[in-house]
């Protein structure tokens, strides 16, 4: 039996870093306080942390159980200026879906954090050897599994806050759906809503983005941006698996509640 290419890049999709062209590829109640609310103490503006500070605070292999934590590399990588949106609005959103910082941060370092899952065993040696009847029910069980980009960000003074403003502002702007493209991959989501965040931090915002598959079903990707002090924790997450057999997901709250213990 012949796979589609689309069927084909989200299986070898699933085994590597989320990016973008996942979503693009793939296509063949409230947030906590998320307004401009005080920094943590009063005085001296806070400075922001360094790149190497930062690396020491962000998620380390092992400290989320049943998740492999690594550094983001190669193509995974981009710069800023390769991330854009139609409505410069949007743009903080788009940011947050390729891994990086809302908005330009003094320094950022970002994390893969991808749920641990065993391949389903079959007696046939690949995908594409075994029988019809078992094919889809074997890709959605191996591709059921949660890839999340985790990013931490810091500023100085306010910044934070206004970053985390920026997305806030972005959910509602965009509400109605824009077009984004990360180094000449295009991509169009029809509709941006607000979700409920984990509830961690001193306040946060989390929203979904929808696309659309070339059969018209719906691809949701979860995203959450949480203000810790003068740091932010951003996350987006794509389950392929779930998104394939239309079944609910969200960003995992053990990877939020495990970054945000240790930005106590």
């Known amino acids: 039996m012949k796979r ?3 069927v084909r890049l989200c299986a070898t999709a699933a085994a590597g870093a989320l990016s973008l062209a996942l979503v693009a590829g793939c296509s063949d109640g409230g ?3 998320s307004g401009s609310g005080g920094s943590k103490g009063s005085g001296t503006a806070p400075k922001a942390l360094s790149a190497a500070e930062l690396t020491k605070l962000v998620l380390a292999e092992g400290e989320v159980p049943g ?3 690594e550094p983001v590399k190669g193509v995974a990588l981009l710069a800023r200026s390769a991330v854009t949106a139609t409505d410069k609005r949007c743009e903080p959103l788009m940011h947050v879906l390729t891994g990086q910082a809302p908005v330009d941060a003094a320094a950022e370092t970002a994390r893969s954090v991808d749920e641990n899952r065993k391949v389903p065993s079959d007696d046939a040696t690949s995908l594409d050897d075994m029988a019809d009847g078992k094919f889809s ?3 959605n069980k191996s591709l059921d599994r949660s890839a999340t980009k985790l990013n931490l960000s810091s500023y100085a003074g306010d ?3 206004k970053a985390l403003k920026s997305v806030s502002d972005a959910v509602r702007a965009c509400a109605g759906g824009f077009t984004g493209e990360q180094a000449s991959l295009k991509a169009t989501f029809p509709k941006v809503a607000e979700e409920r965040s984990a ?3 001193d306040a946060s915002v989390a929203f979904v983005v929808t696309g659309d598959s070339d059969d018209g ?3 949701p990707v979860h995203a959450e941006v949480v203000r810790h002090g003068n740091v932010l924790a951003s996350y987006y997450t794509l389950n392929i698996g779930a998104v394939m057999a239309k079944k609910a997901y969200a960003v995992p709250s ?4 495990a970054q945000a213990a240790k930005l106590k």
């Open 159 to 161: 910044g934070a806050e």
């Open 4 to 6: 589609s290419s689309g």
């Open 199 to 201: 509830g961690t931090g």
């Open 217 to 219: 079903d719906p691809v």
């Open 31 to 33: 947030s906590k306080d």
């Open 254 to 257: 053990a990877v939020v509640k």
């Open 67 to 69: 998740y492999t934590v």
């Open 137 to 139: 029910e074997q890709l």
